[in-house]
């Protein structure tokens, strides 16, 4: 069974930082798309950011130049590094393999929550 596992969220005050990790396991990672979302209470789950298999990084215009998205493929995990955080940015962030562009499936983790308040 495929797993993704979120860590590292927590209360942390405005401007703070958090660095998330997304462990992914019994898939083949490195052929995989992998994202990060959010979704903040009454509001549409929104992507974050997203690197391809090659690396290439995309971000949504609320964290360019705050968070930044990376991956390990030797050690199965995606990163999210966030930096200047505000509250704004709390949410449940998840993590997403997508494997589509091969036949593959997609995958979601079951998200961990991200606060930021004084």
């Known amino acids: 069974q495929v797993q993704l596992v979120e860590s590292g969220g927590g209360l942390v005050q405005p401007g703070g930082s958090l660095r998330l990790s997304c462990a992914a396991s019994r898939i083949t990672f490195s052929l995989y798309a992998m994202g990060w979302y959010r979704q903040a209470p009454g509001k549409q789950r929104e992507l974050v950011a997203l690197?391809?298999?090659?690396?290439?990084?995309n971000y949504a215009d609320s964290v360019k130049g705050r968070f930044t998205i990376s991956r390990d493929n030797a050690k199965n995990t995606l990163y999210l590094q966030m930096n200047s955080l505000k509250p704004e940015d709390t949410a449940v962030y998840y993590c997403h393999a997508d494997g589509r562009a091969y036949g593959l499936y997609d995958y979601w983790g079951q998200g961990t929550q991200v606060t930021v308040s004084s």
């Open positions: 690197i391809t298999k090659g690396g290439s990084r």
